[in-house]
């Protein structure tokens, strides 16, 4: 480390933080530093895991052999009937982006309308279209931006991959190859941010081509404890390791949407009743941690046929989106192919898992709920950051959420048990069409298997103090000055789409933002 003051921090090295942080250091002016909980990979220097390279699979616990669990922070989130499940949260630079799907899908314009709605005329669709489109290096979209997109041809996919796309053809839905066209609803490729079958991460894209750069310094294997404070002015971090970081300008949060509201919240900025049971000192009593969302996940599964899946297959390149019969135009549905899920039976200790209760190799479909209306949240239990906090993202809670869940389940199991399919898998294994008919017991079916997509945001919502907003149009936190959040807890509601996209969209705005000292929605400096 060359000096330990900098202009700016940035918590947090996820699929915002590596946006956020490049976008930052563009200004000479500014020194950035940029704090990772976990490891790094300078890939002049080290080469990354396998796992992490392929693009192919999930490097996570239950989807992929290869996975190393250092790099996954492996936390419990409530699920219904009093239950809880472990799920997999990036502890790695490039955060989500280094291990995920890799699925880049944008929000939708009832998104942008419903943000609109909640304070934020600077988000309308238009605006974080254009973001999009200087984003993305994508052959259908447009090739402006630094981002790699690709989609897989039918042929380029295994068997399961191509049963799935002509079992939901044959069950009357759309065949649509850009699935981020503006209101595409159909059956089709998912567009995946890779090189061939090399995962391209936010680091590989925004820090990896500035790691020389001598105003950005990454600190790995680093955990900010919380933010410190002059007053209602940021003025460093804490780390867990008791080293103080200071800064001049501002500290960015970009921890995700559960780490984020706990950095906020043991920093003094939250909740005042539950910083008071804490002891903290109220800095800005804020609904951090609130309004917590996510996909939830339905998996209908079931065994691959013998010869179904070859080795090499992609487990997830298919897909199919549509709105539900209640909400026409608002794209809330999705079933996504899983060729490949392999849950060892003792790694299952909850019981549940993204394959739901399944054990051993299975494959099938995940139906998501993708504008659910219940809200969780995210708490801390004590000052102390080692500790998890306790994040309930209230699955299902709404009769809304269930009847919609229904709707999705439904389908899947039309397309599941089609001739396509048939071909490639078994029975599914626990849904029968006796549950399938029943709305009764179909609830209780899906909440036995309910698992999640690791979709979590709006725990830090940008918004109008009136409509529970913690930060302002531009990330800054209401009630206290240098602090900012630019990651997936800001989305003001969970798009109808994976968040990971809508997540770097965020961080774009916002990092530029910063680097030109401008509000989001001013015209950005041609050059500086
Ligand atoms: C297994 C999995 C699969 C997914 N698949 C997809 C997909 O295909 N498509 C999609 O769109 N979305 C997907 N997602 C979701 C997507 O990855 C997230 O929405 C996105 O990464 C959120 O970005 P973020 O920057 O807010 O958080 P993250 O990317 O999670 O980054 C947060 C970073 O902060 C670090 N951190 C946390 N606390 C501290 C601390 N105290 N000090 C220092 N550092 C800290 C973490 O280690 C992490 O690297 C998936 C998520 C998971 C877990």
New binding site residues.
């Given amino acids: 480390m060359r000096d330990e003051t900098y202009t700016h921090i940035v918590?947090?090295?996820?699929?915002?933080?590596?946006v956020v942080a490049a976008r930052v250091a563009e200004n000479r002016n500014f020194r950035v530093l940029l704090?990772?909980?976990?490891s790094d990979c300078d890939p002049e220097t080290c080469s990354p895991l396998a796992g992490v390279r392929d693009s192919r699979r999930?490097p996570?616990k239950g989807?992929s052999e290869l996975f190393d669990p250092a790099l996954?922070?492996n936390i419990d989130v409530s699920i219904p009937g009093g239950q809880s499940m472990q799920?997999?949260?990036?502890?790695?630079?490039?955060?989500?982006?280094?291990?995920?799907?890799?699925?880049?899908?944008r929000n939708t314009v009832a998104d942008s309308e419903e943000w609109v709605r909640m304070g934020n005329d600077r988000w309308n669709f238009r605006s974080v279209y254009e973001v999009y489109q200087s984003l993305e290096d994508d052959s259908y979209r447009g090739t402006r931006g630094p981002h790699p997109i690709a989609r897989a041809s039918r042929d380029e996919t295994g068997r399961i991959q191509r049963a799935f796309l002509d079992g939901a053809l044959a069950c009357g839905m759309p065949s649509v190859h850009d699935l981020n066209a503006t209101g595409a609803e159909g059956a089709g490729p998912?567009p995946?941010?890779r090189r061939g079958q090399v995962r391209i991460s936010?680091a590989n894209t925004f820090i990896d081509p500035i790691r020389i750069q001598s105003n950005l310094t990454i600190m790995s294997n680093?955990?900010?404890?919380k933010v410190l404070f002059s007053g209602t002015k940021a003025r460093g971090v804490l780390?867990?390791d008791e080293r103080i970081l200071h800064v001049s300008q501002e500290v960015v949060v970009?921890?995700?949407?559960?780490?984020?509201p706990?950095?906020l919240q043991r920093s003094g900025v939250g909740p005042a009743p539950l910083l008071q049971d804490l002891q903290i000192d109220v800095l800005s009593d804020l609904p951090v941690g609130c309004n917590l969302s996510d996909h939830p996940c339905i998996p209908v599964v079931s065994r691959p046929k013998p010869g179904a899946y070859a080795q090499g297959d992609s487990s997830?390149e298919m897909q199919a989106r549509w709105s539900s019969t209640r909400h026409p135009g608002a794209i809330d549905l999705q079933m996504v192919c899983f060729s490949y899920l392999f849950v060892p039976a003792a790694e299952t200790q909850t019981g549940r898992s993204?394959a739901g209760t399944a054990t051993g190799h299975v494959a099938g479909i995940g139906c998501n709920v993708n504008k659910p209306t219940s809200l969780g949240n995210v708490t801390i239990r004590s000052t102390d950051?080692i500790e998890y906090p306790v994040v309930n993202p209230a699955y299902l809670n709404t009769s809304h959420d269930r009847e919609i869940a229904r709707e999705v389940v439904r389908q899947a199991y039309r397309v599941i048990t089609c001739p396509a399919m048939q071909d490639v898998l078994e029975e599914p294994l626990t849904l029968r069409e006796s549950i399938v008919e029943d709305d009764a017991a179909l609830d209780e079916w899906i909440s036995s298997q309910l698992s999640s997509?690791?979709?979590?945001?709006g725990t830090c919502r940008m918004a109008s103090r009136r409509e529970s907003g913690v930060v302002d149009q531009s990330g800054r936190v209401y009630g206290v000055d240098g602090l900012r959040v630019a990651?997936?807890?800001v989305i003001p509601t969970v798009p109808a789409?994976?968040?990971?996209?809508?997540?770097?969209m965020f961080?774009e705005r916002i990092g530029c933002s910063i680097r030109d000292a401008i509000d989001v929605g001013t015209a950005l400096r041609a050059s500086l």
């Fill in positions: 918590v947090g090295a996820g699929s915002a933080g590596c704090i990772e909980a976990g999930v996570m989807q996954d922070w799920i997999p949260q990036a502890k790695v630079v490039g955060g989500g982006s280094s291990i995920n799907g890799g699925t880049a899908l998912s995946v941010c936010a680093a955990q900010v404890d780390l867990t970009c921890a995700g949407a559960i780490f984020s706990a950095i997830l993204l950051a997509t690791y979709h979590f945001c990651d997936a807890s789409s994976n968040t990971m996209w809508t997540t770097m961080a």
